[in-house]
Each structure stands twice: as structure tokens, then as C-alpha cells.
């Protein structure tokens, strides 16, 4: 007869049974049914690996096709020395990569750490790809780099490219959409060493590689543009400088370029792009738009008088001076010798709230269009908050704030008859085969003037340069037109002594432009303070290389000359 004891153990020893085997069914449901999907992904991550493969950053263009910034594939070469194979042909084949000499990779194999990173920017054939892709130990991380291989072109323009491979400046960032691309990825297989393998039924996905981009920008001109900046930078003594050379019929950007002097400028600029985001007086350049506005409302005549007072004149709102002492001039005359006291009396007594909007026309006050982040808007107060300075002083381009941008399109305006045009920094996006995937054509925002008036002011500012404050702006068989600008620098409170930028804007040539070349020198020494004796010489030389060097001011078969001008409208591209 058996115990209480034993009857008690026996039940004991069944239900220890009863739970184990519970505690199984438990976790084969738990395993199998419940978090299946969670411990097939974890089998899947020891077994197999998923590989992302990159996309290729499309690369960026001149308008003619020459490279600009492109992609070149580069790694990061790394490496687990316990996982490494003792196998002497892969090996060498990771010396080779590495540029390291095999003995060195072969010491590594004795070490424990658990990552070393051996070399950057490693370039890798096809074979030496698909061998260390598939190596155990070895770790490849894309590092791609961006290469500019037109050195003369600004950086900020182009921008750059981050360590996650988006743009994060200038074009770079502005196109980042279209030059990114979009990443693939594959399936590897392990083995039971670790080794990766593809099958060949694995799943994957290709990448999609980033469209190109085709830019305006003409590499010769640029070329042109940055070596004449950067000699006058230096002759000079400037802070800085800038340089746009414009199609006044299109918008087209065919040249940008930004330079740095040896001085340190009193007004510091910021890191954006200073011929878009940052905002200067322009002084004399401005009177083209006042005038501009003085005739196309009917104030003025071009041969009505004014008295320049000998040079200095006392208003009821402050003291005005000019750099000569000038007598009677016609108001053609005023412009051309460049006199601060005859503008003003041209424009003292017309309406504020109509020169206000005379200058909203212009563009003045809002943004251009141009496709490049951190465009500034430039300042342009409203008529409520001028004083009764404003008015006079704004005639002759102070207390206001433009971009080197806005004032090569005003000037663009007067040289294709009277239209402001969206500058334009892009032609056209294609894909990898070469196939267009979106065309940026011009864009006129509206009629500003006349043609009447547009070409009396051509007048006006070809007899600028023939003899007037521009004369330097000549060039040898080509007859240019401009104006001269002269502007002391403002800290936001005071004028700065012997601090200025001088400015020449201009195009050529002087009956029929081509193109709108706009120079600003921040900061010259005194000897080259003045637009006339600095800037212009600049546009000078800019536009005679650019003469000498293209075919863009004489033209010959099969070369776009301009747009046909019909009514005072743009309408087709003519080809000779």
C-alpha cells in the first residue's frame, strides 16, 4: 500500500510534467505563432545581409557640356582583423586597394579590435569592388566626392554636397531633387563562415542613379569673368568683388563670379552668395532707373535745364554735393556727367507713391526668381516711413538696398526694350540617357517701360561712355554703353569715411545689347574709389576678352544671336 508521501510526489512530479510540457506548447506557439515574423527576421539578419548600393549624383553642366561638379565613387575602407581570411589572394587584393603593403594587412590578421579603418577615399575597380564587397572582414562605406573640375567657377554658386550626400548649399542644394537619385539595395547571403555570397535569385532593387543638370553659365566667359575679378580685386586693394555677365533677352546667367581680397572689409557679408543674399547702396547706377521713371512718366525732357549750383546745394531737407562744379545741364547731360543736385531737382517734387511704384515695376523691393537659396529681397521701405530726405536720396541710390542680382536685371530691362526677365541659372535637367527630363525656358515678369524710353536711355548711357564719368568703360571695336555708380558704405546707422563701393553697369553693344556685364569692388583704396576709374575698366576688359574668346558679339552661322524683336515683344530665337 502506497504512502500519502509517495502519492504526493507522484502528483507533484505530474505537474512539474504537466508545466514543463505546457511551458514547451507555450513557447512553440510563442515562437511559431505569436512573434514568428520577429525570429524569422532575426534568423534572416544572421544568414542575410541587405547591401545598399548608392546612387549616383548627377553631375552638373556648363551650358556647352562641360563638367562643372560630378561624382566621383570613393570608400571607406575598414576592416575586422578576427574575421579576415588567411586566403593570400584576397589579400593582395586588399593591399592593392588599400595602398598597403601586403605585410602590413598580413600583421593585422594577428590583432583583436573589433573595427579598423585603414583608408579614405579609396577608388576601387569592378573586380576589387565585387571581391572586398563579398570578403568577410571587410567593411566598405561610400564616401563619394564631388569634384569641380572648372576651378574658376565661385563655390557658393555650385554649392556642396553633405556627408548624407544631399546638397547643402547653392545649386547643389537648390537642385537636390533632381541630381540625388535614388539609393538600391541587394540581398547577400552567409555561409556557414561568414562569407557573403549573392544568389542569383536573391531579391533587389537597382539604383536610380541622379539626373544631370545643364546650367547657363558659359565656361569661357566665366573663365573671362573670374580671372579679370580677381586681377582687380588685388589692383585695387578691394574687400571683395562681383561680376554678372547677363543675356538681357533671355535672363541667362552666363558668368558669376565672387572674389575675396587681402583686406579685411569693415562690413562683414555673411558665407551666402554676395550677389544674391547680400544687399549694398548702389549711388549712381540707381539714377538709370530714376531717370527711367523721370521719362517714361512724361517730368522730364531729355534737353530740360537744370542749375547744379556750382557743385553744392542746400535743400530744405539737407545738403547735397557733386565731385565737380557743374552749371546748367540738360537733364540728358545730368545723367551722362553723373550730378547728384540736378537729379534731385528733376525728381523733388514728383509723387512719392508713383516713383514708389515705379520702382515695385523695376523688381526693387522682391525677390528676382533666380533659382539659388538665401535670395534676398533687397530694402525698399513704403512712402509712409520715408522722411523728407528719402525721397531725393533714393533718386540718386541711397537709403536703399539692392543686390548685384536686381541691378543687372534692371540694366537688362533697359537694354532689351523695356522687359524685366527672370534671371535664369539652368537650362535643363536630363536623365542618365541623355534624355530631356524638364526644360527651364525664359520668363518675362512684365513690361516695365517703352521701347521709346528704353532706347532714349540707351542713348543716355552710351554717351556715358563716349564722354562721360565712363569713359573707361570703352572697348576697341565694340561701341558700350553704362553708367558709373559710386556709394559710400553704410554700417546701418552712419556713412563709414573713406569706405565705398564702386560700380559700373553696362552692355553692349551700345544699338543692339547682347549682353549686361555688372561689376561691384567693395571697398577699393582710395585711388580706385570711383566707379569711373575702377569698375569700369573692369567692364572694359571683361567684355574685351569676352569678344576676343566667343562669338557671343559677332556672331557668325549657326549661333543664336538674341531673341526677335517684334512690337517690343520676345518672341523665337533666331539662328543665322
Not at 535569385?201 to 573671362?224: F, M, V
Not at 571695336?477 to 555708380?485: D, L, M, Y
Amino acid at each position: 500500500m502506497r504512502s500519502r508521501f509517495t502519492d504526493w510526489r507522484i502528483n507533484t512530479v505530474k505537474l512539474l510534467a504537466l508545466a514543463v510540457v505546457c511551458a514547451i506548447f507555450f513557447r512553440i506557439v510563442h515562437v511559431q505563432l505569436i512573434d514568428h515574423e520577429e525570429f524569422t527576421e532575426d534568423g534572416r539578419d544572421q544568414w542575410v545581409k541587405q547591401v545598399t548600393e548608392s546612387a549616383r549624383r548627377g553631375g552638373i553642366f556648363d551650358r556647352n557640356g562641360l563638367p562643372l561638379a560630378v561624382t566621383h565613387r570613393t570608400y571607406v575602407l575598414g576592416v575586422t582583423p578576427r574575421d579576415l581570411p588567411d586566403d593570400v589572394e584576397k589579400l593582395e587584393v586588399l593591399s592593392d586597394a588599400a595602398s598597403i603593403p601586403l605585410s602590413s594587412i598580413r600583421r593585422l590578421l594577428n590583432r583583436t579590435d573589433d573595427y579598423i579603418r585603414i583608408a579614405r577615399k579609396v577608388s576601387l575597380s569592378c573586380r576589387q569592388e565585387e571581391i572586398l564587397s563579398s570578403m568577410p572582414g571587410v567593411r566598405l562605406d561610400p564616401e563619394p566626392e564631388r569634384m569641380n573640375p572648372f576651378h574658376c567657377v565661385t563655390p557658393l554658386l555650385l554649392g556642396s554636397v553633405g556627408t548624407e550626400g544631399s546638397g547643402t548649399a547653392g545649386i547643389e542644394l537648390s537642385f537636390d531633387d533632381y541630381l540625388r537619385g535614388t539609393d538600391g539595395w541587394k540581398l547577400m547571403s552567409r555561409d556557414a563562415k561568414g562569407r557573403l555570397y549573392r544568389r542569383a535569385d536573391a531579391p533587389g532593387q537597382k539604383p536610380e542613379n541622379g539626373h544631370d543638370l545643364y546650367l547657363t553659365i558659359d565656361s569661357r566667359i566665366q573663365a573671362i569673368v573670374d580671372f579679370e575679378l580677381e586681377k582687380a580685386v588685388t589692383k585695387y586693394g578691394a574687400a571683395s568683388g562681383a561680376a554678372v555677365v547677363v543675356d538681357p533677352w533671355t535672363g541667362d546667367i552666363y558668368a558669376l563670379a565672387e572674389k575675396k581680397g587681402a583686406k579685411t572689409g569693415k562690413i562683414k557679408t555673411g558665407k551666402g552668395l554676395y550677389s544674391a543674399s547680400c544687399i549694398y547702396e548702389p549711388g549712381s547706377t540707381f539714377k538709370l532707373v530714376t531717370s527711367a521713371y523721370l521719362l517714361e512718366r512724361g517730368e522730364v525732357d531729355p534737353y530740360d535745364v537744370f542749375y547744379g549750383e556750382e557743385g553744392e546745394a542746400e535743400f530744405s531737407f539737407g545738403t547735397f554735393k557733386d565731385d565737380h562744379k557743374f552749371g546748367w545741364l540738360t537733364f540728358k547731360e545730368t545723367f551722362v556727367e553723373s550730378s547728384n543736385i540736378c537729379t534731385i531737382k528733376a525728381v523733388m517734387n514728383t509723387s512719392t507713391e508713383d516713383y514708389y511704384s515705379f520702382l515695385l515695376r523695376f523688381g526693387f523691393g522682391s525677390r528676382t526668381g533666380i533659382d539659388l537659396p538665401a535670395e534676398s529681397a533687397g530694402a525698399l521701405r513704403k512712402p509712409e516711413k520715408w522722411s523728407g530726405r528719402s525721397l531725393p536720396s533714393m533718386a540718386i541710390g541711397q537709403e536703399i538696398g539692392v543686390t548685384v542680382i536686381q541691378m543687372a536685371m534692371a540694366y537688362s530691362v533697359v537694354a532689351n526694350g523695356g522687359n524685366l526677365m527672370v534671371p535664369r541659372i539652368t537650362r535643363e535637367v536630363r536623365n542618365t540617357e541623355g534624355e530631356l527630363v524638364r526644360r527651364f525656358d525664359p520668363v518675362k515678369v512684365r513690361k516695365v517701360m517703352s521701347p521709346e524710353t528704353a532706347k532714349r536711355l540707351r542713348e543716355f548711357c552710351r554717351d556715358v561712355v563716349v564722354d562721360g564719368t565712363g569713359v573707361n568703360a570703352k572697348v576697341d571695336g565694340i561701341e558700350a554703353a553704362g553708367k558709373t555708380g559710386t556709394a559710400q558704405v553704410s554700417d546701418g546707422t552712419k556713412y563709414l569715411k573713406n569706405t565705398w563701393i564702386a560700380s559700373f553697369a553696362g552692355f553692349v553693344p551700345a544699338d543692339d545689347p547682347r549682353l549686361v556685364c555688372m561689376v561691384v569692388l567693395k571697398e577699393p583704396d582710395y585711388e580706385g574709389h570711383y566707379g569711373g576709374t575702377s569698375s569700369a575698366v573692369v567692364f572694359s576688359e571683361i567684355v574685351e576678352g569676352i569678344n576676343l574668346a566667343s562669338d557671343l558679339l559677332s556672331p557668325g552661322p549657326g549661333v543664336t544671336v538674341g531673341w526677335e524683336k517684334k512690337k517690343g515683344d520676345m518672341l523665337s530665337l533666331i539662328h543665322i
